[in-house]
């Protein structure tokens, strides 16, 4: 009787040599691993081989579906449960061991696990970042993820990063959780974040001009926890100096300071991520996403100059 656990797991890469070691080493007694590349130009696809991963390339045509999404529309998965992980997360021992018990009673449709995430050594235990739970574990016919329409932005990547998984069932929570714990440096942190700020520079855009939402998780303060916090951002957006809240609300308010020296790194970053989401969110709204124009008025998009007069505050 085969040992392995009867899930067949999905991994979004690129260049992801430092981090994929840990994390297929912590995905060995699943029945199948996935690693869906967008061409690596490391040894991201010589390491996935050694460790017995199918390898998929994803060339992504610029529209919708991005990776996670046609990867769960065409990859040939052999098991009925999926588990989605990123190459910077592990899967322990312990997570495992209750995976297997919970697809055995087939209770659910899917399954939230908590994220534990380390930052320059700390696990950042508190300032909103613990529990931090997200729809990993479904029925690969029972999910897919929201379209929150920033697939057209530039320079945002062909990976869903911060988009949540829309879930045909009941749902349940995993009691174990799983670490994030990323090998490379704070370079390849700034960079990241850098592109997830044009990310939340459309998503704030759109919720600032009422965009449809019909294919999301929807906001709603009486959901759970994800629907919740997407209704605190429907509130957030509206709000003045953000940079300097978002510290205060971490690092004060949500107690980040009790994880120390790495506790205020982080917060200062994630204030200085607010800042750059708020300073591409004009850039956007009065240029069209552009940082100079010859003529507003002619080279702004039509829809864009409308809206922003729509919904100028």
């Known amino acids: 009787m085969s040992s392995k656990i009867p899930v067949s797991v999905l991994i979004p890469a690129k260049n992801e040599e430092a981090n994929l070691p840990a994390c297929l080493t912590s995905l060995q007694v699943a029945d199948e691993i996935f690693v869906v590349d967008s061409q690596s130009s490391d040894r991201s696809i ?98 897919r993820y929201e379209n929150l329409n920033t697939e057209d932005i530039p320079n945002t990547g062909d990976n869903e990063v911060h988009e949540h998984v829309i879930l045909d069932g009941k749902v349940g929570y995993l009691k174990e959780d799983m670490l994030h714990e990323d090998f490379k440096d704070l370079f390849h942190w700034l960079e990241r974040h850098n592109r997830y700020s044009n990310w939340e520079a459309r998503v704030y855009y759109n919720l600032l001009t009422g965009q449809d939402n019909n294919n999301t998780i929807g906001a709603n303060f009486f959901g759970d926890a994800v629907q919740r916090k997407r209704f605190l951002k429907t509130v957030w957006v509206r709000l003045p100096f953000k940079p300097f809240l978002r510290f205060i609300l971490f690092y004060i308010i949500q107690r980040g300071f009790l994880d120390g020296n790495a506790g205020y790194i982080y917060g200062r970053l994630l204030s200085q991520y607010e800042y750059q989401i708020g300073v591409k969110l004009y850039e956007l709204r009065t240029l069209g996403g552009k940082l100079n124009v010859a003529n507003t008025s002619t080279s702004v998009p039509k829809t864009i100059n409308q809206e922003v007069e729509e919904t100028a505050i």
């Open 46 to 143: 010589e390491i996935a081989e050694s460790y017995g991963a199918k390898i998929v390339q994803f060339k992504f045509n610029g529209s919708w579906p991005k990776k996670k999404n046609w990867s769960l529309e065409n990859l040939p998965f052999r098991n009925e449960w999926v588990l989605i992980v990123d190459c910077d997360e592990r899967i322990t021992p312990e997570s495992w061991q209750e995976i297997s018990e919970l697809i055995q009673k087939d209770e659910c449709e899917g399954y939230y696990i908590n994220r534990r995430v380390f930052f320059l050594g700390k696990w950042i235990r508190h300032g909103g970042k613990y529990p931090d739970w997200n729809l990993r574990l479904f029925k690969h016919q029972k999910g």
